[in-house]
């Protein structure tokens, strides 16, 4: 236990190298005079992150190890999600430097807290043990809590950040309550010790009552439920979504498309790691009856919520916030089909590229809407975009491939990601899960976000219509500068390749299921697929405590 | 239980003592009342009026720079105990800790954190 061998290191190169980089940064933004511009540490910022994407893809293990004593994993999802939301915070660093130059706030804290939520949130996704997730998870919240409220001048950016904080808070202190449960009932903060202990043959019967008081309440579930909720709060899925839009709001706007794109993937990772690891049952057909069942209604309340609400709103970003909303819905679908064994594996396929899609997209639109702008604000109605579609091409391409890409059109990378996410939910109901409704559930579940995704759809071809509408705003316009052109355009490739060509990403994809599934799930698929209510007694057998107490 | 008898006993001792002190100064003291010694805070701070009064952005830099040293504290105590077990690893580890809110300080000081006015 003492000590840490280079392979330690190793495991964490892509967070400690954000980490360098991130006080390397600060002490750069120190040493140099106040008037000197600040656009050199977003190329700083952008090469470091893209240096740690980089490493986390060449460093990718064939086995996923555990390293420093347990504590964490270190597996092709690590990478994976490491690389893609650095590559978010390359993208968004490029995009802010002109922005913050408007509004005065040009230092180099921002592009330092940037790197030290991407690093929260590798450390994060890396977690093998719940300290070091509420580590991560910190460590990339408190920089976000800060990026949110950065404009400090500004009433609506401190509200923002506040209104955050408080939510965020709440949301920390819930999963430490949750874990609390875990580690009281089990005695270890480990996911492999806690995995073990709820899977133990007579687990249910210790755990539903440890101290003969409470002889009904299943306290395990009462502890993965606290935690869940924790997630869906950092996520903003509905119903813990109150927070997003006046955050996503009044965030200076390179950082929402961050915040809402990389922070979402970061958590529906480490969900997808607990669901798969320590709160799995051995087999996984358990799981929709369990706390999927959690997952399953928020994910109806995001999709109806967020693209409904959506529709509804005259503001740029304030839809994008809300649709934000539905997109981790989607991902909250995924992970309801991970509690269907034959759907584990696509599920996870299908999470690891709706989410690269998602973030990339998305901190690509939001670069764009910030280098739209007026006098010293930017561009915020629907009104003041239009037009600028015609008056600068390129933009405005690219913009409307974002948005594209979001609504789940061809040829960005959102319609792929769409599709192998809905197809897996559908899919996921010819499979066995107990109890056997819950999977036809999942299918109209599927097809109801389906239809309600192109409701959405429409809240984003809307802004396409306006950027490319005849009467152009007099005052608006497009503010120049060569990063913002080069972040936009590692996005639209990063939006166009994943859209044409998603084979590389599934690959991924598929490395990260074989190493996250245990391996009777992954033999699955191929044998068991057609007749597979009669596995469902052994299920019950082996972890029957989620079942009775919950409402379905 | 019996374990704790002596830390009880040390609690007695400690009651009565801060006791006897406090007895003797009331009973034998001089006192010298005047209007500042009657004043609830004698640190000088108003005792009436709105508890919403803006208080200088100096004393959150004061105790911000109060916790960095303080955490510091907290992590190397531990590590200095059992340094010698811990290694050449353990130090790198330290160090790297040390390294981290060095710069930090760095950062505090070149932003003028460490000036009063």
């Known amino acids: 236990m003492i000590g840490f061998t280079s392979a330690d290191l190793l495991g964490l190169l892509p967070a400690l190298l954000l980490v360098l980089a991130g006080m390397a940064v600060l002490l750069l933004e120190v040493f140099q005079r106040a008037s000197f511009p600040r656009t050199h540490l977003a190329y700083v910022t952008a090469l470091a992150a893209l240096a740690a994407a980089g490493v986390s893809y ?218 798969a690891g320590p709160f799995a049952t051995p087999d996984l057909s358990g799981g929709l009856a369990g706390w999927t069942t959690l997952a399953f209604f928020a994910a109806v309340a995001s999709i109806v919520v967020g693209n409904l609400v959506a529709l509804t709103q005259k503001r740029v970003r304030r839809m994008l916030a809300w649709s934000s909303v539905a997109h981790a819905g989607y991902l909250l679908l995924a992970l309801c089909a991970l509690g269907v064994k034959e759907a584990a594996a ?73 599709l192998s996410l809905f197809s897996t939910a559908f899919a996921a109901g010819e499979g066995a899960a107990t109890p056997a409704y819950c999977a036809e559930m999942l299918q109209w579940l599927a097809v109801g976000g389906l239809v309600l995704s192109v409701a959405g759809g429409l809240a984003y071809l809307r802004v396409i219509a306006h950027l490319y509408g005849r009467d152009a705003h007099v005052r608006v316009d497009y503010r120049p500068h060569p990063a913002t052109t080069l972040g936009v355009a590692i996005a639209a490739v990063l939006t166009l390749w994943m859209g044409l060509m998603p084979g590389r990403v599934l690959v991924w994809g598929g490395n990260v299921a074989k190493q996250l599934l245990p391996a009777e799930v992954q033999a699955a698929p191929a044998e068991v697929a057609p007749a597979a209510p009669t596995e469902a007694p052994k299920a019950i057998e082996v972890v029957p405590l989620p079942t009775a107490e919950l409402p379905l | 239980m019996v374990d704790y008898g002596a830390l009880f006993v040390l609690f007695l001792f400690g009651i009565a003592l801060a006791g006897t002190i406090v007895a003797m100064a009331t009973l034998f003291g001089k006192k010298l009342p005047n209007r500042y010694k009657k004043q609830v805070y004698e640190a000088g701070s108003e005792p009436l009026g709105d508890a919403r009064i803006r208080i200088n952005v100096k004393f959150y830099m004061v105790a911000i720079s109060f916790v960095m040293f303080d955490l510091e504290t907290v992590f190397l105590m531990p590590w200095a105990i059992v340094a010698k077990e811990f290694g050449g690893a353990g130090l790198a580890a330290a160090m790297f800790f040390v390294g981290v809110l060095v710069v930090g300080l760095i950062y505090e000081w070149r932003k003028g954190g460490l000036e009063w006015e």
């Not at chain 1, 639109?365 to 015609?390: C, N, P, Q, Y």
Request: a neutral charge; charged letters at 10%.
């Open chain 1, 346 to 418: 696509g599920s996870i396929r299908a999470v690891i590229l709706y989410g690269a899609a998602y973030a990339i997209a998305n901190a690509g639109a939001f670069i764009v809407l910030a280098a739209f702008g007026r006098d010293k604000a930017e561009a915020d109605t629907l009104d003041e975009l239009s037009g600028l579609g015609r008056k600068h091409p390129a933009m405005g391409l690219a913009l409307s491939l974002f948005l594209i890409s979001a609504a789940g059109l061809p040829p960005a990378a959102g319609f792929v990601a769409k």
């Open chain 1, 58 to 275: 060449l460093i990718a293990p064939a086995e996923p190890q555990t390293l420093w004593g347990g504590m964490v994993r270190f597996d092709a999802l690590g990478c994976v999600i490491t690389a893609f939301t650095a590559v978010a915070c390359a993208i968004t660093a490029l995009g802010s430097t002109r922005y913050l130059e408007e509004l005065e706030i040009d230092r180099g804290e921002y592009y330092a807290l940037l790197l030290f939520a991407t690093a929260g949130m590798s450390v994060m996704v890396s977690a093998n043990d719940f300290v070091v997730l509420f580590l991560g998870l910190e460590m990339a919240a408190v920089a976000m809590y800060a990026l949110t409220a950065y404009q400090r001048r500004s009433n609506l950016s401190s509200e923002a950040g506040f209104k955050y904080f408080l939510l965020g808070a709440l949301g920390s202190a819930l999963l430490v309550y949750g874990v609390a449960f875990l580690t009281g009932l089990t005695g270890s903060t480990g996911y492999d010790e806690i995995g073990a202990a709820l899977r133990a043959p007579d687990a249910a019967r210790h755990f539903a009552n440890p101290t003969g008081v409470v002889p009904f309440l299943p306290l395990p579930l009462v502890g993965m439920a606290l935690i869940f909720v924790a997630f869906l709060i950092k996520m903003a899925a509905a119903p813990f979504h109150m927070w997003a839009p006046d955050a996503y709001s009044g965030a200076p706007t390179p950082t929402t498309g961050f915040l809402s794109g990389a922070g979402k993937i970061a958590g529906v990772a480490a969900l997808f790691r607990l669901f």
